[in-house]
């Protein structure tokens, strides 16, 4: 059982609190993105035991790594997906360097919402979904080709076609529209 | 490069996909000190951690747990207060070890298989009849020796299984060394981090410190706090503090002129050892009166209800 008085705290009293050894601070954190950054590792790596042994290196490197998190350089959500993302892509490189590669991008047909999951991060998968439908299509496929897939900037220029400097400034566009929209989101 | 197409550089930078050039020269320019492709590279990886956290929750959170338990249990000593479980998590632990595999063991030992092949070796260039008469030799001798040969593999087969035993006994404890070792490292690992933390909070350009005085109950304890309000971060170092019983915390408190104790963190002491935890900094636009750590429940309180081991205050000025 996480207690109620760890579940409330935020992200970055968890990541105090694990700095100074508390198991049940790590519990709270898996409890409120385990599931979201499975999503995340799975999107790289079509694989759910392999996300899910990617998400449990990213949260042991965060208990481990506590007491360096810097608050004044971005969100715990931001340092844990950076993080979840970097070793997905380092795995999926790893897979596809001994030719058992799966194909990335193919949606998971079994990953339904866990009841259990906290409403904050439904609600907030909710919200980042409506703003991502009201960019401009072209914005959005360009921004999930650049994040969810392992091409370079100039592979994603070449996949849509498009000149570099276009696609750099289409994607700042995209990213600050996204941001924009966000603003509002507490982190 | 100009300004504008660094600018441009941002969103690749925030979504992890930029070229090696691209990545050096936007990396030169951030150390040169742009607050403004800072800040907005910030709130770019933002978007884009947002962007990560919409996709559909994979329902993994349970066996995520378990996992990170398994790794909690090798390295968290069991006496550690760092590890608070619950009575009924410590039971799920202790299950979950026993059903850690052991060594495989061989359902028949290796030399036995050379001795049936010893056994059905037989000799192919005789003729049949000279065989035939050296066969029935073979049985009687065979017959005459199979006791005294039950007997001497019955000693090989004790000395084996007690070879067996001891070389399990031996992987048993280098097991054990391993994972001590083990949590030795991750123990180090994070006190070093802490250390750290402490370190870039005093190097921060507007770095504060304070130290905390003993009281009655701990006279030779002493403690520093060190804050910064630009990092957000505030840690405590402080040394001899009786270990913390069980069941308590130490909490340190910010004693404020708008708001009274206003609690700032919880850590653990540990016989003969440092402490370095992080806290909450103090909150900002309230002045400052004091500053105190007392001894409460572990999960910590609201309002200070235990005694005080420590306290510094604050001048006015």
Redesign the interface.
Known sequence: MVRADTERKPDAKLVAAMANGDAHALKALNARYGASLSALAFRFLADQADAEEVVADVLWQAWREAALYDPARGSVAAWLVAMSRSRAIDRFRAIRARRLAPGIGEPNPEATPDPADELDSAERGRIVKHALETLDPKQRELLELAYFSDLSQTEIAARLALPLGTVKTRMRAALLKLRQMLSGLPE | MDHAEL??????A??????AP?EAALEAHLREGCAQCEA?L????????????????????????L??KA??DQS?PQA???????APEVGERQAQSAERPTAPRASRPAGHERYDAALRRTPRVWPWRVATGMAAAAALVLAFFAGGAAREFGRIDRQRRLRIAQLEKQALSLSSERSAARTQA?RL??AL??R??LQ?VLMASDAHMMHLKPLGPAPGARALVAMSA????AVIQAAGLPPTPAGKAYEMWWITKQHGPVPA????AETGREVI????PPPSGERLLMAAVTLEPA??VAKPTGRMYLKAPIPAN
């Open positions: 600018e441009d550089l941002l969103a690749l925030a979504l992890g996909r930029l070229d691209d907005e910030r709130a770019l990886r933002e978007a884009a951690a947002a962007l990560a956290l919409s996709l559909e929750p994979a329902p993994a959170e349970q066996r995520l747990w996992k990170l790794r909690l968290l550690s207060p760092a590890g608070r479980f619950s991750v690992e994070q981090n802490r750290a933390r870039s630009t990092r957000r971060s963190g919880i850590f653990h935890a992080s806290i909450d999960a910590g």
